[in-house]
């Protein structure tokens, strides 16, 4: 009874008490609200802005009304709770725009002590010397700010500093550079560091002998600093250790006492090492060891397999010149309850495959040339989620768990080894595989029945081995799948038509090229296939899977497997490293298809390449093919097509190849537009064309209608028009694109941060993807 009572009471003097405390709580500072304002009006930011970076337009919410006067409560804004002032400033990412001088109304706010403007853009302004006006800074994050110059010596006055990020600060415009004050200098007065992340600042020193004295130093990163050289000895204590892209040849080990036993994170990678740094020998507290893309060569030692190494979780020694390993059989240390990632990867590894540890979640062996089967204690690896060990000399036949050994697994990539016999026969309904390429190996028999429980498959391909099987019609309904390419093998027999449900309505790139299928063209799959009928414009993605990141400390451990392939497109194999996800190709070339190109295709508008090059197509006029506005490449050599070449397909304005050689077409050539960029290879061997660019003229009752050589010409400017479109779009969705096909794009400063930054974007929405 007396609980009944009371509670009400103490719940409604509670509540009462709180309002009036927070009724109580200063407003900001007018002086500092203006401050605030004044920052934010010299700020270019905005729709455009959060537009191009998919950032978030934090300042959108300061405003200078009545009744948003307490500038405590704005976005990005904390007060301290006592004297109001502004101690905590967070607008990272927040769309800002503009040079940053001395004038700054931002050295106002001189009660600062937490400070992030990371990821914004300063148009390549320095770091004004008011920045002592922030002394009481314990946190200041200008990391990804495209600031210049030399740091100002007026930073080393921030004597409170705990936390100091100066990284991705090296933009076309200029770099962040610490010589005058020196490196030694900073380090003698930030003695507070415990996080230092110089990483791109052009340093181009020996890391200082003082920097011992940051007793509290746990975390540094200065990658791509310019470092000649590294005394070892320095270090103590340190959890993290980040000297990627520095050029040390020569790693000096300990001369006066042994080196700190407890490093946790090494890298090491681009420093241009020829030799595995020795100091490493007595690191049994390695939790990331990132050696790629050096110059190593010969054996990997012994003591870096060493079984003590129980904290492993990530070993990347790829892009290096290893031929072996010291001991054998080589069994990969790692902790056994642990999640390992391993790459070994493009280097010149010979023998057999090394045997990871249980807990392996990422093992990637590919580009090398190891030798034998794959062994069945892979079935012991229940954890994997990604084996590729493609472009290899491994043969034998697959282990037949090898479709069922992990509910993880979701890349499978063998390509290019020499593994022959059947494909295993269990892929299980629980399945999570979203990459399956076997191509280029020797495989026979049919495709395997069970692959049908694949419901998260994206990439199947098989091309280039010698399976014998009909058209894998039932693959229809697998929901995801973007990609199957079939090219090179003995396939035969008809396209069966869908008979009730439409399926493959998520496929963008089908190649049955080099088999023997006969029949007409599927017309009622045309009107399934609905990827294909999107022209995308929205933010460019490129189909790839996210590796599991080891270690969440620093920014560059995220990495990505690009789904990859050939296609033959644009009158020869293309190759595409990384897919984007708007490429729609069908390439059907070289087998026994027969009767006309079916109407039905023209509503595959998203299409780019198409590919009928040497079948027994008899079609006569096909004009729906201008109704394909987004093709690039376009060939249908080597068929039996009579009548005329539609003028229709003057209009595709992105038609980059064109092919009708040995066909039976006759009348005048289409004149104009892109047509106007095409010789005559594209026309050779139809005895009944006339026209330019042949040399047969026209009769008069048969001249061309389409007399617009100028427009022609000016479009040829743009034969690559769809790269543009790529590169465009790419921007749209704040991501990179300036390495789509090839194309070297000169990206500019807004290019590079978003290189920069994208791999790191994408991993971090597909996570989130994942997540909901
Ligand atoms: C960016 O810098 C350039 C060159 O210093 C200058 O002309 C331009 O006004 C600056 N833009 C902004 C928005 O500060
Ligand atoms: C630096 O701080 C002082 C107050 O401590 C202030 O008067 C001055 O205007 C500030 N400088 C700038 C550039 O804002
Ligand atoms: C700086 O800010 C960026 C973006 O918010 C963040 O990724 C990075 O970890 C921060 N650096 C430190 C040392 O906190
Ligand atoms: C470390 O600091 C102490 C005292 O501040 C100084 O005497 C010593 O020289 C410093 N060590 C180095 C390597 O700079
Ligand atoms: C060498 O390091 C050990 C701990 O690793 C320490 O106990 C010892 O005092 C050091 N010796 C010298 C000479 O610094
Ligand atoms: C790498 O080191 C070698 C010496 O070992 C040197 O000749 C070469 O110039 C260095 N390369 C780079 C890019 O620094
Ligand atoms: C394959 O490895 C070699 C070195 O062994 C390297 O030069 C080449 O770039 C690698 N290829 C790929 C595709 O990574
Ligand atoms: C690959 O292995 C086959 C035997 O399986 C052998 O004949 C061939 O020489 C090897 N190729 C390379 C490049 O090692
Ligand atoms: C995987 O398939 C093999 C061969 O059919 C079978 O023996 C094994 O029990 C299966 N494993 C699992 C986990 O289903
Ligand atoms: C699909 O997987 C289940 C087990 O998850 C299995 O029983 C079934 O046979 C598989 N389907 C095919 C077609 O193999
Ligand atoms: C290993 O390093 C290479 C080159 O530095 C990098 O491209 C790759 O993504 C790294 N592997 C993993 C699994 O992170
Ligand atoms: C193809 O284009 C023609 C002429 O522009 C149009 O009438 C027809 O509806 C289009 N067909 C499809 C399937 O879009």
Same mark, same amino acid.
């Given at each position: 009874?007396?609980?009944?009572?009371?509670?009400?009471?103490?719940?409604?003097?509670?509540?009462?008490?709180?309002?009036?405390?927070?009724?109580?709580?200063?407003?900001?500072?007018?002086?500092?609200?203006?401050?605030?304002?004044?920052?934010?009006?010299?700020?270019?930011?905005?729709?455009?802005?959060?537009?191009?970076?998919?950032?978030?337009?934090?300042?959108?919410?300061?405003?200078?009304?009545?009744?948003?006067?307490?500038?405590?409560?704005?976005?990005?804004?904390?007060?301290?709770?006592?004297?109001?002032?502004?101690?905590?400033?967070?607008?990272?990412?927040?769309?800002?725009?503009?040079?940053?001088?001395?004038?700054?109304?931002?050295?106002?706010?001189?009660?600062?002590?937490?400070?992030?403007?990371?990821?914004?853009?300063?148009?390549?302004?320095?770091?004004?010397?008011?920045?002592?006006?922030?002394?009481?800074?314990?946190?200041?994050?200008?990391?990804?700010?495209?600031?210049?110059?030399?740091?100002?010596?007026?930073?080393?006055?921030?004597?409170?500093?705990?936390?100091?990020?100066?990284?991705?600060?090296?933009?076309?415009?200029?770099?962040?550079?610490?010589?005058?004050?020196?490196?030694?200098?900073?380090?003698?007065?930030?003695?507070?560091?415990?996080?230092?992340?110089?990483?791109?600042?052009?340093?181009?020193?020996?890391?200082?002998?003082?920097?011992?004295?940051?007793?509290?130093?746990?975390?540094?990163?200065?990658?791509?600093?310019?470092?000649?050289?590294?005394?070892?000895?320095?270090?103590?204590?340190?959890?993290?250790?980040?000297?990627?892209?520095?050029?040390?040849?020569?790693?000096?080990?300990?001369?006066?006492?042994?080196?700190?036993?407890?490093?946790?994170?090494?890298?090491?990678? %681009?420093?241009?090492?020829?030799?595995?740094?020795?100091?490493?020998?007595?690191?049994?507290?390695?939790?990331?060891?990132?050696?790629?893309?050096?110059?190593?060569?010969?054996?990997?030692?012994?003591?870096?397999?060493?079984?003590?190494?129980?904290?492993?979780?990530?070993?990347?020694?790829?892009?290096?010149?290893?031929?072996?390993?010291?001991?054998?059989?080589?069994?990969?240390?790692?902790?056994?309850?642990?999640?390992?990632?391993?790459?070994?990867?493009?280097?010149?590894?010979?023998?057999?495959?090394?045997?990871?540890?249980?807990?392996?979640?990422?093992?990637?062996?590919?580009?090398?040339?190891?030798?034998?089967?794959?062994?069945?204690?892979?079935?012991?690896?229940?954890?994997?989620?990604?084996?590729?060990?493609?472009?290899?000399?491994?043969?034998?036949?697959?282990?037949?768990?090898?479709?069922?050994?992990?509910?993880?697994?979701?890349?499978?990539?063998?390509?290019?080894?020499?593994?022959?016999?059947?494909?295993?026969?269990?892929?299980?309904?629980?399945?999570?595989?979203?990459?399956?390429?076997?191509?280029?190996?020797?495989?026979?028999?049919?495709?395997?029945?069970?692959?049908?429980?694949?419901?998260?498959?994206?990439?199947?391909?098989?091309?280039?081995?010698?399976?014998?099987?009909?058209?894998?019609?039932?693959?229809?309904?697998?929901?995801?799948?973007?990609?199957?390419?079939?090219?090179?093998?003995?396939?035969?027999?008809?396209?069966?038509?869908?008979?009730?449900?439409?399926?493959?309505?998520?496929?963008?790139?089908?190649?049955?090229?080099?088999?023997?299928?006969?029949?007409?063209?599927?017309?009622?799959?045309?009107?399934?296939?609905?990827?294909?009928?999107?022209?995308?414009?929205?933010?460019?993605?490129?189909?790839?899977?996210?590796?599991?990141?080891?270690?969440?400390?620093?920014?560059?451990?995220?990495?990505?497997?690009?789904?990859?392939?050939?296609?033959?497109?644009?009158?020869?194999?293309?190759?595409?490293?990384?897919?984007?996800?708007?490429?729609?190709?069908?390439?059907?070339?070289?087998?026994?298809?027969?009767?006309?190109?079916? #109407? %039905?295709?023209?509503?595959?508008?998203?299409?780019?390449?198409?590919?009928?090059?040497?079948?027994?197509?008899?079609?006569?006029?096909?004009?729906?093919?201008?109704?394909?506005?987004?093709?690039?490449?376009?060939?249908?050599?080597?068929?039996?097509?009579?009548?005329?070449?539609?003028?229709?397909?003057?209009?595709?304005?992105?038609?980059?190849?064109?092919?009708?050689?040995?066909?039976?077409?006759?009348?005048?050539?289409?004149?104009?537009?892109?047509? #106007?960029?095409?010789?005559?290879?594209?026309?050779?061997?139809?005895?009944?064309?006339?026209?330019?660019?042949?040399?047969?003229?026209?009769?008069?009752?048969?001249?061309?209608?389409?007399?617009?050589?100028?427009?022609?010409?000016?479009?040829?400017?743009?034969?690559?028009?769809?790269?543009?479109?790529?590169?465009?779009?790419?921007?749209?969705?704040?991501?990179? #694109?300036?390495?789509?096909?090839?194309?070297?794009?000169?990206?500019?400063?807004?290019?590079?941060?978003?290189?920069?930054?994208?791999?790191?974007?994408? #991993?971090?929405?597909?996570?989130?993807?994942?997540?909901?």
């Amino acid at each position: 009874m007396f609980t009944l009572l009371v509670f009400p009471f103490f719940f409604l003097n509670f509540t009462i008490a709180n309002v009036t405390a927070s009724s109580m709580l200063p407003l900001c500072h007018d002086d500092e609200r203006s401050a605030l304002l004044q920052f934010k009006e010299s700020r270019i930011s905005g729709d455009f802005y959060a537009w191009k970076f998919d950032c978030r337009p934090t300042m959108a919410s300061w405003k200078p009304e009545e009744g948003s006067v307490d500038c405590c409560s704005w976005d990005g804004v904390h007060c301290n709770k006592n004297t109001g002032h502004v101690i905590k400033l967070d607008l990272s990412h927040s769309c800002l725009f503009g040079s940053i001088d001395s004038s700054s109304s931002l050295f106002k706010l001189v009660h600062l002590e937490w400070l992030n403007l990371a990821l914004n853009d300063f148009n390549s302004s320095e770091i004004p010397p008011e920045i002592i006006n922030l002394s009481r800074l314990s946190y200041l994050n200008l990391s990804g700010t495209s600031l210049s110059g030399q740091i100002p010596s007026e930073i080393l006055k921030l004597s409170n500093l705990v936390s100091l990020d100066l990284s991705l600060n090296d933009v076309p415009g200029g770099r962040l550079e610490l010589q005058k004050p020196s490196f030694v200098k900073l380090v003698e007065k930030l003695s507070n560091l415990k996080t230092l992340d110089l990483g791109d600042v052009c340093i181009q020193s020996t890391i200082p002998h003082n920097i011992i004295n940051l007793s509290s130093l746990t975390f540094v990163s200065l990658r791509n600093c310019e470092l000649q050289d590294v005394l070892l000895t320095s270090w103590k204590n340190l959890e993290h250790l980040s000297l990627s892209s520095n050029r040390l040849s020569v790693l000096t080990k300990a001369t006066s006492n042994t080196t700190s036993k407890k490093h946790q994170y090494i890298k090491l990678r %681009s420093c241009n090492l020829t030799k595995f740094p020795n100091f490493l020998e007595s690191q049994h507290h390695l939790v990331v060891l990132d050696l790629s893309d050096n110059r190593i060569r010969g054996k990997v030692p012994k003591w870096l397999l060493d079984p003590n190494m129980q904290n492993l979780i990530g070993l990347n020694l790829s892009h290096n010149l290893l031929t072996g390993f010291d001991q054998h059989p080589v069994f990969l240390p790692g902790n056994k309850g642990g999640l390992v990632t391993f790459d070994l990867s493009s280097n010149n590894l010979q023998g057999p495959l090394p045997v990871p540890p249980p807990g392996t979640i990422n093992y990637l062996a590919s580009n090398n040339s190891l030798t034998g089967e794959i062994p069945s204690w892979i079935c012991n690896l229940n954890f994997l989620k990604s084996l590729i060990l493609s472009h290899n000399n491994l043969s034998g036949l697959l282990p037949q768990c090898l479709s069922n050994f992990s509910d993880e697994l979701s890349v499978l990539d063998l390509r290019g080894n020499n593994f022959f016999g059947t494909i295993p026969n269990t892929f299980l309904k629980e399945s999570r595989l979203s990459v399956i390429d076997l191509s280029h190996n020797l495989f026979q028999g049919r495709i395997p029945r069970s692959l049908i429980n694949c419901s998260k498959l994206e990439f199947l391909g098989l091309g280039n081995n010698q399976i014998s099987d009909t058209f894998p019609s039932w693959l229809g309904t697998l929901p995801n799948l973007n990609v199957l390419i079939l090219r090179s093998n003995i396939f035969y027999g008809i396209i069966e038509e869908p008979r009730t449900d439409c399926g493959f309505s998520k496929l963008r790139i089908i190649d049955l090229s080099n088999n023997r299928f006969t029949g007409t063209l599927p017309s009622k799959s045309f009107l399934c296939w609905n990827a294909m009928k999107i022209v995308n414009t929205s933010e460019l993605r490129y189909l790839q899977d996210v590796l599991f990141p080891y270690g969440q400390v620093s920014n560059n451990v995220v990495s990505t497997y690009d789904y990859s392939m050939t296609m033959n497109s644009k009158g020869r194999m293309m190759t595409y490293k990384k897919i984007p996800d708007i490429l729609a190709g069908i390439i059907l070339s070289n087998n026994r298809f027969d009767g006309a190109i079916p #109407a %039905s295709i023209a509503n595959l508008k998203g299409l780019q390449v198409l590919n009928l090059h040497n079948n027994n197509l008899q079609d006569h006029n096909p004009s729906c093919l201008g109704n394909l506005t987004n093709l690039e490449s376009l060939d249908l050599s080597d068929n039996k097509i009579s009548g005329r070449i539609p003028q229709q397909l003057v209009e595709l304005t992105f038609l980059e190849f064109f092919n009708v050689s040995d066909n039976y077409l006759t009348g005048p050539i289409p004149q104009g537009k892109q047509f #106007a960029t095409f010789d005559n290879t594209s026309f050779d061997g139809n005895s009944g064309l006339c026209g330019r660019p042949l040399s047969k003229g026209c009769e008069s009752d048969e001249a061309p209608t389409n007399e617009d050589h100028n427009e022609g010409s000016e479009e040829s400017l743009f034969s690559s028009a769809s790269d543009w479109k790529i590169i465009l779009t790419g921007y749209a969705g704040g991501l990179v #694109a300036g390495l789509v096909l090839g194309c070297n794009f000169s990206t500019g400063i807004i290019g590079w941060i978003l290189e920069k930054l994208g791999t790191q974007q994408k #991993a971090t929405r597909r996570r989130r993807r994942r997540r909901n």
